[in-house]
């Protein structure tokens, strides 16, 4: 496995420069300690042309900003200079996407090490899977920020949890250093973002009790989490759902203690009318991580017999909802609608 020379500046693949991933390039870069490469898609030709404009709680306002370079596509890695990290923010939607086949061009074995800035529980196997010679990062993010056409609304600091999947195939030491290695140059600005932890899937136990409830219900019920709570939603679905999740973490050998309900309950003040990503996801017709933030965790609920009567139906409700989505955007070739008359 390959060590990284202390002074030498980390090359850095970013895919899925949306409001996560361009706040992921923008701290990197100010750190100095990186020249990262942006992938980006129906926004590539407004940034080559004016860069972003960018209005950020943690950096203050940039105009015409960019990354060391912004491509439209996966480019390949390069046998000269390999990417030292290749960073996943892009949503993981696996009825449509492949992440180990997206991000297989650029991943150098032995060398390049993956972080996944995405949602979800145990997103991580399929990926180390995949690339068994690579070490995995995996981090739950909390920022709030919001990308349009190359404007950038960063509203809530970015900060979030960081730690190694362990690979059962590397060694510890090479794992941890690579993850010291990494948060350093992340919090290079003097901005501590990334928050070294031991264990990581703890961290992603916690998320899921929000994203697994709140997102979901949100997302279903087109209310934001405010207006749930207000129409009685929290001691009918939210809390109760919670209780669920926690369940299911227990059983996998996480104990989230148990105030975590209030915790997360109140993680989000009733005065703030927050509307989380997975509504507004199907705000704009886009298909939405059903799978990796509820369907995982209650795989992990089945294995482990563990009875989830609200989160099983949050799940049905929502994989409807994902099919309409789905076949809005023509993954899936549903018939044509036969008009009543016809059975008359």
Same mark, same amino acid.
């Given at each position: 496995?390959?060590?990284?020379?202390?002074?030498?500046?980390?090359?850095?693949?970013?895919?899925? &420069?949306?409001?996560? #991933?361009?706040?992921?390039?923008? !701290?990197? +870069? $100010?750190? @100095?300690?990186?020249?990262?490469?942006?992938?980006?898609?129906?926004?590539?030709?407004?940034?080559?042309?004016?860069?972003?404009?960018?209005?950020?709680?943690?950096?203050?306002?940039?105009?015409?900003?960019?990354?060391?370079?912004?491509?439209?596509?996966?480019?390949?890695?390069?046998?000269?200079?390999?990417?030292?990290?290749?960073?996943?923010?892009?949503?993981?939607?696996?009825?449509?996407?492949?992440?180990?086949?997206?991000?297989?061009?650029?991943?150098?074995?032995?060398?390049?090490?993956?972080?996944?800035?995405?949602?979800?529980?145990?997103?991580?196997?399929?990926?180390?899977?995949?690339?068994?010679?690579? &070490?995995?990062?995996? #981090?739950?993010?909390?920022?709030? !920020?919001? +990308? $349009?056409? @190359?404007?950038?609304?960063?509203?809530?600091?970015?900060?979030?949890?960081?730690?190694?999947?362990?690979?059962?195939?590397?060694?510890?030491?090479?794992?941890?250093?690579?993850?010291?290695?990494?948060?350093?140059?992340?919090?290079?600005?003097?901005?501590?973002?990334?928050?070294v932890v031991q264990d990581i899937v703890h961290y992603r136990w916690r998320k899921a009790l929000w994203n697994g409830i709140y997102n979901t219900m949100c997302?279903?019920?087109?209310?934001?989490?405010?207006?749930?709570?207000?129409?009685?939603?929290?001691?009918?679905?939210?809390?109760?759902?919670?209780?669920?999740?926690?369940?299911?973490?227990?059983?996998?050998?996480?104990?989230? #203690?148990?105030?975590?309900?209030?915790?997360?309950?109140?993680?989000?003040?009733?005065?703030?009318?927050?509307?989380?990503?997975?509504?507004?996801?199907?705000?704009?017709?886009?298909?939405?991580?059903?799978?990796?933030?509820?369907?995982?965790?209650?795989?992990v609920a089945r294995r482990e017999g563990v009875q989830t009567p609200i989160l099983d139906n949050t799940y049905r409700f929502l994989k409807l909802i994902q099919?309409?989505?789905?076949?809005?955007?023509?993954?899936?070739?549903?018939?044509?609608?036969?008009?009543?008359?016809?059975?008359?």
């Amino acid at each position: 496995m390959s060590h990284l020379p202390r002074k030498q500046k980390r090359e850095i693949l970013v895919i899925g &420069a949306g409001g996560v #991933g361009t706040m992921a390039c923008v !701290a990197l +870069e $100010r750190s @100095g300690m990186a020249r990262v490469t942006a992938v980006l898609r129906s926004n590539y030709e407004k940034v080559v042309r004016d860069g972003f404009e960018i209005d950020s709680v943690d950096h203050g306002k940039l105009s015409g900003w960019r990354p060391s370079h912004v491509v439209n596509k996966i480019p390949d890695a390069s046998l000269q200079r390999p990417f030292d990290y290749v960073i996943v923010t892009m949503k993981n939607i696996p009825e449509i996407t492949n992440i180990a086949e997206i991000i297989a061009p650029s991943v150098t074995p032995n060398h390049t090490t993956i972080v996944l800035l995405q949602n979800g529980i145990y997103t991580e196997p399929p990926i180390i899977d995949a690339f068994p010679t690579n &070490a995995v990062l995996s #981090g739950p993010s909390y920022i709030g !920020a919001h +990308e $349009r056409n @190359g404007h950038v609304i960063h509203d809530d600091p970015d900060r979030y949890h960081l730690g190694v999947f362990h690979n059962t195939q590397l060694d510890r030491k090479y794992e941890q250093s690579r993850l010291e290695d990494f948060a350093s140059v992340y919090n290079g600005n003097n901005i501590e973002h990334a928050m070294v932890v031991q264990d990581i899937v703890h961290y992603r136990w916690r998320k899921a009790l929000w994203n697994g409830i709140y997102n979901t219900m949100c997302a279903i019920t087109q209310l934001d989490n405010a207006a749930i709570r207000r129409s009685g939603g929290e001691h009918s679905l939210i809390r109760p759902g919670m209780a669920e999740m926690a369940a299911i973490a227990k059983a996998d050998g996480y104990d989230l #203690g148990e105030n975590i309900v209030d915790e997360m309950v109140d993680a989000t003040p009733i005065e703030l009318s927050f509307r989380p990503s997975m509504l507004v996801d199907v705000d704009k017709g886009n298909p939405v991580e059903v799978e990796v933030i509820l369907g995982n965790a209650l795989r992990v609920a089945r294995r482990e017999g563990v009875q989830t009567p609200i989160l099983d139906n949050t799940y049905r409700f929502l994989k409807l909802i994902q099919n309409r989505l789905l076949t809005a955007r023509g993954y899936i070739d549903e018939p044509k609608e036969i008009p009543t008359a016809d059975f008359i």
